[in-house]
C-alpha cells in the first residue's frame, strides 16, 4: 500500500470511485486514529499532524472485509508510537482480540451513544453545510440548514439493526427516550425474503424502480377520491401491503413486483419510524429531529420517505435533519473523547481535494477536515451573526452553475503555466507531473459539480475558488503567484515615495477622494480575474490606466458621505482593514489609506490571509513589506513603533471572506474596533456585500466579473464604495 499520495487524484470517471483510500503525506506523523466497527460498514478516521496543524482523515470498510481494515490501521500505526486507538461501535468488542492479535494494539471502548452525540455536536458547530434537509416535492430537494448557535434540545434518531431515539439537552445530558425493533434490519431481512437483491445498496436502488400503490392500499381505493373531511389525500396509504390480501394465492408471487413490494415496505418502515419519532418529540417539546444510522447512508429514497413522514405527521412544522458525515458521527466522537494536545476542536474547516461517500449512491460527499493551529470563531462584529449571508451569488440556477464551471475550466491551463514555474526544489519532471495531476484533480472535481451541485454543500463561487486552492496546495503548490508578488511589491515600492509626495500635496476631500480612487485602482491588479490576466501579462497595464478603467457608478458611490464621516466627523479609534491583493494595490491603495487614518489618530489593524491564495498578500507577507514602505514615510514608521498599526493574520487561505470562521486573534482585537472596511472583489462583492455590522463599514472593490456586475446591476470595471 502507497501512503505518500502527494501525486494521488480523484477518478475521472463520471462516478467517483468512493471506495478509494486516500492517505495524507507521509512525513505527517499521525497521532490519534478511532474506528466506529458496526454490522455493515467499519468507519476509520485519523488525525495527521502538520506544520500548519494537520487533518483528521476518514475512510471506510465493509465490516465484512475487516481484515482489510485491520491492514490499513496497521499501516498507520507504523507512523505512531502508542499502541492504543480509540474504538466505538458493537464490532469494536467483537473485533477487538483480533485487532489486539494481529497490530498488538488495544482498543480502547469509548460507549456508543456519548461518541454518536459528541460527533454530531462538533460536526454540526463546526463545519459549514453539514446540515440538510430532503424533499423531493421541492425544486430542489437538497437544502442546508445554516447552524444555529442554539443547537438545544434535539432528538437523534440512530436507525441501525434497530431505532434508539435519544434526546439530547446539552453537550453532556442526553437520555435514551425511546426506540423500536422495528428499523434498518427489519427493512433488509424482509427484503431478502421478498427480492433477489444482494445487499442493502441493491435493495434500495430496486425501490427507486417501484411504485407502491401497486401493493398498499391507498385511502383512494376505499373511498374512491380523498377523504377531505379529515385531510387524507386520496394517496395517503391507508393499509401497507394491503392489496395482497385480496389477491389470491395462487396469483401473488406473479402480480406483485419485487421493486413494488421494496418501495411499500420502504415506505412502510419509514412512515412507522418517522411517526415514533414524531410523537417523542411532541411529548418532549423538541423541534429539531436529526436522522442518523445505516439506514440512511445519504440515500435519496430512504431520506425523502422520512421526510415526508415526519412532514407528514407534524403538519409540516418539522422538517427531518440529515447530515454530509452521517455515518461517521460515532468514528469522530471517539476521536474528540481524547483528542491529540495539539488539536483546536474549533480549528477545523473542510478541504475536499479528496472525498468520500458512505455510499455508492449517497447524494452528499465528505472531505477531511484541516485543522489550523489557532482556534477560529465569529467575527465579534457582525449584526446578527446567525443570520450573517457570506456568499452574494446563489449558485442554485443550473446556467449560473455551469457559468462558473465553464470559467474555472477555461482558466485553469493559466494556473498550471504558473505552476510550471514553480520553484519548489523538484525537478521539472516531477514539477510537470504535479502540474497535471493538478489540472486532472480540480477538473474532475469541476466534473462532478456539473451532475451533484450539491455534494459538497452549497454550491457557491467561494467554494468553488477555495476547492482550486485546496487542491493546488495538496499538490505541493502552496503559493504559485509567489514570484509575481515579491516583483510586484519591489517595483510598486519603488515607487511609493513620490507617490506620498503627491498625496501630500493635497488637502480635506480632495485628499480622501484621491485615497479612495486609488483604492479602487490598485483593486484592478488581480491575478485571480480572467478579465484582468491579459492585461497585466501584457506589461501595458499601469496605474493611471487602471484608475481611467474605473467607473463610478452613483448607485454604488458613498464617496460624499465618507467625506463628511471620515474628514469633517470624529476620528475612529480603530479600524479594521481586510487587505486584498499584494503589490499596487496594497503600496499605492491601501497603505496610503491606512496613513490618512493614523494622522487621525486612529488605530488600524491589517487583516491579511493566513496562507497564499492567489496575488493575496499574506500577513507574513506583509509585514516585511510593511517595514520597507516604513523606510520611507515616518507615518507608518511611527505607528509601528508606537503599536498603533498591526497585522493579524485572518485564519483564512481563500480569495473571499467568510466571516463565520476567522482567527482567535483577530476577533480579540476587533471587539473594540469602531469602523471596518473590506477591500477587493472576493471579499466585499462575491462575499459580504450584503453583510451587516454592528460599527461603520466601507466596502470597497471592483467588479470584474461580468456575471456578478450583472447580478447587482452593475457594469464591468465599475468601482464599489459603499458606506454602512
Known amino acids: 500500500m502507497m501512503l505518500n499520495t502527494k501525486g494521488a487524484i480523484i477518478s ?17 506523523h499521525v497521532t490519534q486514529i478511532a474506528v466506529d466497527i458496526g454490522g455493515s460498514l467499519a468507519k476509520v478516521v485519523w488525525f495527521s499532524k502538520s506544520p500548519e496543524g494537520g487533518r483528521l482523515n476518514f475512510v471506510k470498510f465493509e465490516t465484512v472485509k475487516i481484515d482489510e481494515c485491520i491492514e490499513f490501521v496497521g499501516s498507520l500505526l507504523k507512523q505512531r508510537s502508542t499502541m492504543m486507538i480509540r474504538g466505538t461501535g458493537g464490532g469494536s468488542h467483537k473485533y477487538h482480540d483480533l485487532f489486539e492479535q494481529r497490530l498488538g494494539v488495544r482498543i480502547q471502548q469509548e460507549d456508543e451513544m456519548e461518541c454518536l452525540i459528541t460527533g454530531l455536536n462538533f460536526l454540526v458547530r463546526q463545519i459549514a453545510y453539514e446540515v440538510f434537509t430532503y424533499d423531493e416535492r421541492r425544486p430542489d430537494p437538497m437544502e442546508f440548514e445554516d447552524a444555529s448557535r442554539s443547537m438545544f434540545p434535539y432528538m437523534l434518531v440512530n436507525i441501525g439493526s434497530g431505532v434508539s431515539i435519544i434526546k439530547v439537552t446539552s453537550e453532556e445530558t442526553y437520555e435514551r427516550i425511546s426506540g423500536t425493533s422495528f428499523g434498518g434490519g427489519t427493512l433488509w431481512g424482509l427484503l431478502s425474503l421478498l427480492t433477489d437483491a444482494k445487499d442493502y445498496d441493491e435493495m434500495l436502488e430496486l425501490s427507486k424502480l417501484g411504485d407502491n400503490k401497486n401493493v398498499d392500499m391507498l385511502v383512494g381505493d376505499i373511498y374512491g377520491g380523498a377523504y377531505d373531511k379529515i385531510g387524507l389525500k386520496s394517496t395517503t396509504i391507508a ?5 395482497v390480501f385480496k389477491t389470491p394465492a395462487a396469483e401473488r408471487k406473479s402480480k406483485f413486483k419485487p421493486e413494488d413490494m421494496a418501495v411499500s415496505l420502504l415506505y412502510l418502515v419509514s412512515n412507522t419510524i418517522g411517526q415514533i419519532a414524531y410523537l417523542n418529540a411532541q411529548a418532549h417539546g423538541i423541534q429539531r429531529i436529526y436522522f442518523s444510522g445505516f439506514f440512511i447512508r445519504g440515500h435519496p429514497v430512504t431520506m425523502n420517505a422520512l421526510s415526508y413522514a415526519i412532514s407528514f405527521w407534524s403538519k409540516g412544522k418539522i422538517k427531518a435533519l440529515f447530515l454530509r458525515h452521517e455515518g ?11 483528542p491529540p494536545e495539539a488539536v483546536r476542536a474549533n480549528s477545523f474547516k473542510e478541504n475536499f481535494s479528496h472525498t468520500q461517500k458512505i455510499s455508492l449512491h449517497s447524494l452528499g460527499a465528505v472531505g477531511a477536515l484541516d485543522s489550523s493551529q489557532t482556534d477560529l470563531t465569529v467575527f465579534p462584529l457582525l449584526k446578527d451573526p446567525e443570520q450573517y449571508k457570506c456568499d452574494t451569488s446563489d449558485l442554485k440556477d443550473p446556467q449560473l452553475q455551469n457559468y462558473w464551471i465553464d470559467l474555472l475550466d477555461m482558466n485553469l491551463q493559466h494556473l498550471v503555466d504558473l505552476a510550471l514555474k514553480h520553484q519548489g526544489g523538484v525537478s521539472s519532471e516531477e514539477l510537470a507531473k504535479r502540474a497535471d495531476r493538478f489540472a486532472s484533480m480540480y477538473r474532475a472535481h469541476l466534473k462532478r459539480l456539473r451532475k451533484e451541485p450539491n455534494c459538497y454543500g452549497l454550491l457557491t463561487v467561494r467554494g468553488l ?19 509575481v508578488k515579491l516583483s510586484e511589491n519591489k517595483a510598486a515600492l519603488m515607487g511609493f515615495p513620490k507617490f506620498l509626495q503627491k498625496i501630500d500635496s493635497l488637502k480635506g476631500h480632495v485628499q480622501l477622494e484621491t485615497l479612495l480612487d486609488n ?25 493611471a490606466l487602471a484608475k481611467e478603467k474605473v467607473g463610478r ?4 458611490n458613498h464617496v460624499e458621505k465618507l467625506k463628511k464621516r471620515l474628514v469633517d466627523g470624529k476620528p475612529y479609534k480603530k479600524a479594521i482593514i481586510f487587505v486584498d491583493n499584494s503589490g499596487s494595490d496594497l503600496v499605492f491603495g491601501i497603505l496610503p489609506f491606512v496613513r490618512f487614518l493614523l494622522l487621525a489618530g486612529t488605530e488600524v489593524i491589517l487583516a491579511a490571509n493566513t496562507y497564499p491564495s492567489v496575488n493575496d498578500i499574506t500577513a507574513v507577507e506583509l509585514e516585511p513589506l510593511l517595514k520597507s514602505a516604513a523606510q520611507f514615510d515616518h507615518v507608518l514608521s511611527d505607528g509601528l513603533d508606537h503599536q498603533k498599526l498591526h497585522v493579524v493574520a485572518t485564519g483564512s487561505g481563500s480569495p473571499c471572506l467568510d466571516l463565520r470562521q476567522v482567527s482567535e486573534e483577530l476577533a480579540m482585537v476587533a471587539k473594540d474596533a469602531d469602523l471596518v472596511v473590506i477591500e477587493g472583489m472576493g471579499r466585499a462583492i462575491h462575499t459580504n456585500f450584503f453583510a451587516r455590522f454592528v460599527t461603520d463599514v466601507i466596502k470597497i472593490g471592483v467588479f470584474k466579473n461580468p456575471q456578478i456586475a450583472k447580478e447587482l446591476g452593475a457594469q464591468m470595471f465599475d468601482g464599489v464604495v459603499l458606506f454602512e
Not at 12 to 28: G, M
Not at 471 to 479: N, S
Request: hydrophobic letters at 35%.
Open 12 to 28: 475521472e470517471n463520471d462516478d467517483v470511485d468512493t471506495n478509494d483510500i486516500y492517505l495524507p503525506n507521509q512525513s505527517e
Open 239 to 243: 393499509s401497507s401491503f394491503g392489496k
Open 328 to 338: 461517521y458521527l460515532g468514528a469522530v466522537g471517539a476521536f474528540l473523547r481524547d
Open 465 to 483: 475558488l477555495n476547492l482550486r486552492e485546496q487542491c493546488l496546495r495538496e499538490m505541493g503548490f502552496t503559493d504559485i503567484f509567489h514570484q
Open 519 to 543: 483604492i479602487l485602482a490598485g483593486n484592478m491588479y488581480d491575478w485571480g480575474s480572467q478579465a484582468m490576466q491579459k492585461m497585466l501579462e501584457s506589461g501595458d497595464f499601469n496605474f
Open 553 to 556: 457608478p452613483a448607485q454604488f
